[in-house]
Structure formats: structure tokens, C-alpha cells
């Protein structure tokens, strides 16, 4: 039976990065200067891995190709194929990021093959007066922007909101922003490395990529505050719901059935206080504070039951009617090597640890 699927973070050193992720995570083998910590991710050269269980030591990708609805559920096959849709990650900005910005899908399929970056951050910890940039403070134009980083004076033009733990903000593709020295997020986003960089604080041995950011930023004034959201106990309290993701919150004082047999898509829960046991059918696991968790498609009901008070983040995919997906040429690749392992493992376990394509939960 597929069960509850836990991933080896990815840890990544930054040049802002510092220890907060070790303490969020409660982990000694995080890095010094760990900027990232990569949950659970779908990105090409840093695919997760399964941590857990029988399919321990086996990537996202592998599964998805073996399981196909059965981890993410139809539609979101349908639309993304073999490639995971949400990457989920820990930042620790202990001094400030790049003043950045991401491509739309159109562009960033043009450019360079990829997706596009629309993203949301829930707020972990911020130190005493932290900050994020969230787009411009009054609406600019591209020769303005170029003036003020060529003059030095970028921050006159940029919104900065001062920002506490347990705040939502929602980022657009298109969207400058950044995060300040003394803030740590988690991350939701789509899956996509695609960032450009437009100031980054005279650092001077990290690449900036004006020239593609002016062509994709939006330019009109962000009068947009935080996310605000109920915080109903026992409830998923709706934050934010896009095509690209949607966001609840969760808090779990009281055990509590989850049913998702109406929908259509595997579940993340990540973990941003407390501890939490969640029971399915046939397994059992602890989720940690920093611990994110996969719920695959198949599984319609969970049973929360909280060791202490716990808050989790909920994520998952709620998407229309989908259409055909144009698979190029890796996901050619991946579907070959699917028919290979449903083959192979029609009737017997296979060597690897899966079972044949017909598995069902």
C-alpha cells in the first residue's frame, strides 16, 4: 500500500544563509550558511528523495512514473506529466537576498525551457524590525528602475513591508520583491529555479540579470498588505488558492479526520509548530515542527492526532478542467521507462521495491 511519504531535505549553503534552518529543523547535519532547505522538490538535478518506508532510497520522478494518479492524482497528471508541480523550502535570511524577480510561465517556457516562478511565503520567524520588499511603492517605468540602480538609490522605489511570524504574503510572477536580513520563511511555490537577480546589494561576484528582469516585471504599484486568513482550530483556514497551488492553515488541537476523497491531488503538510501522528489506513507517522509530508492521491482519509498543539501548513493542487499535456523529449524518456517498470512488475514486486502499475491503495 502507498503510504505517507517523507523526503531528505536538500540543504543548500547561500551567501545570506545562516543557522536558523538547523534550529527550525532541529537538525546538526544542516551546513553552516544554509540559506535552503529543499523539502520536497520536482527541480531537475535536485529531485527528492524518499526517506521512509519501502520506497526509501527511490526520487519523486521514479514514483510518479511508476504510480503515475496514484501519487498526484489525474488531473494534476494530466497537466504536469512526470514532473512534480510544487517546490516546498525552508529559507534563513540572515542577511538580505538578491531584490529579484521571476518570469511567468510564457517566459520562462521561451527562454529557458522551464516554468515559471509564482511563489507564497509564510512568515517562520523575523527578527525585532525585519522586513520583506514586495513590489514598488508607487507605479514606475523601466527607464526610472534603470536610473535608480544605476544611481544607487533602488530602495526609494520599492515596498517594504515590516513582518512577524505567522504572516502570509503571496508573490507573483512578475512581482520585485526580496526577503531582509532576520527573516525565515517556508516557501511554496512552483516548480522552478528561474530567478533574476536586479540588485544584490554590491555583493559584486554574483550575476545580475537586468536585462531579462525589465521585460517581465510588473511595474504598477503593489498595494497589496499580507494574506489575511482565519485561524479557526481544527479547520483548514484558506490562505490562498491559485492554479498553481492552493494554501491552507491548519491548526490541530484535537484529533481530527481529514477527508480528501473529493479531491483530485496528493496533499503536502509541513509542519511549522508542534508534532503531529498521521494515521492512515495502514501506516502510522510522526510529522516534526520543520518535517514537511507527502499524502499521496490515493489516500482519501487521514487521521490527524496531535502529540501537542500543532499548526501545519496544508498544500495541494485544485485545478479546473485540465487539457493534454505536450510531453518533450524527457518526459518521452520517463513514459519509456514507466512502460519498462509496469512491464516488468506486472504480477511481482520488482527488484526496486514497486509494484506493478495496476497497484491500487
Known amino acids: 500500500m502507498l503510504y505517507p511519504l517523507k523526503f531528505k531535505p536538500i540543504y543548500k549553503t547561500k551567501v545570506w544563509g545562516g543557522d536558523k534552518i538547523a534550529k527550525i529543523k532541529n537538525d546538526n547535519n544542516v551546513p553552516a550558511d544554509c540559506g535552503e532547505s529543499w523539502e520536497i522538490s520536482g527541480v531537475q538535478g535536485d529531485v527528492s528523495v524518499v526517506s521512509n ?167 504598477k504599484k503593489n498595494d497589496k498588505q499580507s494574506v489575511q486568513f482565519s485561524r479557526i482550530p481544527d479547520h483548514s483556514n484558506q490562505i490562498v488558492d491559485c492554479k498553481y497551488f492552493t494554501a491552507n492553515y491548519l491548526p490541530v488541537m484535537n484529533s481530527l479526520l481529514k477527508d480528501y476523497s473529493n479531491l483530485d491531488s496528493f496533499v503536502i503538510y509541513h509542519c511549522v509548530h508542534g508534532q503531529v501522528t498521521i494515521k492512515t489506513a495502514d501506516s502510522e507517522e510522526i510529522l516534526n515542527e520543520g518535517e514537511s509530508i507527502l499524502i499521496p492521491a490515493c489516500i482519501d482519509e487521514v487521521v490527524l492526532i496531535p502529540i501537542k498543539y500543532t499548526e501545519l501548513l496544508e498544500v495541494y493542487m485544485n485545478l479546473g478542467e485540465s487539457k493534454s499535456r505536450k510531453y518533450d523529449e524527457y518526459d518521452i524518456d520517463a513514459l519509456q521507462r514507466q512502460q519498462f517498470h509496469g512491464n516488468e512488475c506486472q504480477e511481482n514486486e520488482c527488484s526496486n521495491g514497486f509494484t506493478g502499475k495496476n497497484y491500487k491503495c
Not at 517566459?107 to 525585519?130: F, M, P, Q, S, V
Not at 520583506?132 to 520599492?158: A, M, P, V
Not at 511555490?189 to 528561474?194: A, K, N, Y
Not at 544584490?200 to 554574483?206: H, K, V
Open 53 to 219: 518506508g519501502f520506497l526509501a532510497g527511490n526520487t519523486l520522478q521514479e514514483i510518479i512514473e511508476v504510480y503515475l494518479d496514484e501519487i498526484v492524482g489525474e488531473k494534476v497528471l494530466d497537466e504536469y506529466g512526470y514532473e512534480f508541480p510544487i517546490l516546498l523550502k525552508i529559507i534563513d535570511a540572515k542577511d538580505n537576498l538578491s531584490v529579484q524577480v521571476h518570469p511567468d510561465d510564457e517566459t520562462a517556457a521561451e527562454l529557458h525551457n522551464a516554468r515559471g516562478k509564482t511563489e507564497a511565503w509564510y512568515i517562520l520567524d523575523a527578527d525585532k524590525d525585519a522586513k520583506i520588499i514586495d513590489g514598488f511603492n508607487r507605479d514606475t517605468t523601466e527607464s526610472e528602475l534603470l536610473q535608480s540602480i544605476q544611481d544607487g538609490n533602488l530602495e526609494k522605489l520599492l515596498k517594504y513591508h515590516n513582518v512577524k511570524s505567522g504572516e502570509f504574503y503571496f508573490i507573483p510572477a512578475g512581482r520585485v520583491h526580496g526577503m531582509c536580513a532576520g527573516t525565515a520563511v517556508v516557501e511554496i511555490q512552483e516548480t522552478s529555479d528561474i530567478t533574476y537577480r536586479i540588485y544584490d546589494y554590491n555583493r559584486g561576484n554574483r550575476e545580475l540579470h537586468t536585462q531579462y528582469a525589465v521585460d517581465v516585471i510588473d511595474y
